[in-house]
């Protein structure tokens, strides 16, 4: 009998243990869950009061936790503009195009950044069809297309659905097909989207400036200048340096230290 009421305590006692870490465990996860929105709102808040130092360290710490939007990364690139921090404002509203390619406004705060940047650079002409469909592209973020994908599919499964139950056969097998045609396509959209959402090979310059030199070594020939927020394409990497292109087809070699990857 004593055996088996300590049995029973130990299982009680186990049970309890397991619920309140259980309880402990969500609590945190609330907590955690809700950090991320308490630190927008004070962001938001600080930046109202035009403490855009503050709450460019609370939107920094957002992005450091997993949680990188496109508007978060709009409001941490205004808090640098507003410190005249050219070319951490540049940096992030760039990384927020990325996330939000069609966003007007982060669209409209890059362009005023850009004309702030010393180096004016023209990039070389390309076919107007290659532009258009690269703006075509940029339409929709990757998850907007796979979002459109996603419901072509379903809409493909309700017409097979009638072909198969209701026998409108003819056009509902049809319009199936279109429509899984049609996904693919948003698939094959959302892909490219994604691939160029991903690319690691687009930088900007950090320092207020920095001589582009003829090869990877401190020793090289001065090629040309380039100043803060200038942005450029990484195309290979030698040690601590990295060949960069210019849009105007410009080539040389800087060293890592120098940029940030978009």
Partial sequence: MIVMINTVKYICRTGLNFILAGMLLCLSSVA??????????????????????????????????????????????????????LNKAIVNYERGLKLAPQDEDIQHNLAIA?????????????????????????????????LLAVGFIWLALVFFAIYLFVGIRKVSFSLGSLFVIVSLVFIGL?????????????????????????????????????????????????GEWSKIRLADGKVGWIERSSYEKI
């Fill in 190 to 238: 959302a892909v490219k989207q994604s691939n160029k959402e991903q690319q690691a090979d687009a930088a900007i310059l950090m320092v207020s400036n920095s001589f582009v030199k003829s090869a990877p070594d401190a020793n090289g020939n001065d090629q040309f200048m380039l100043h803060e927020g200038v942005k450029f394409q990484i195309l290979d990497r030698v």
């Fill in 32 to 85: 955690f869950g809700q950090q991320p929105a308490e630190l927008y709102k004070t962001a938001s808040q600080l930046y109202k009061a035009g403490q855009f130092e503050q709450a460019a360290a609370d939107y920094e710490k957002i992005i450091s936790r997993g949680y990188k939007t496109a508007e978060v990364y709009y409001n941490l690139g205004n808090c640098y503009y507003k410190q005249n921090t």
């Fill in 114 to 146: 850009n004309t702030k940047v010393v180096d004016k650079i023209v990039p070389v002409p390309t076919l107007a069809i290659l532009n258009a469909w690269d703006s075509f592209v940029s339409i929709r973020s990757s998850n907007g297309w796979a």
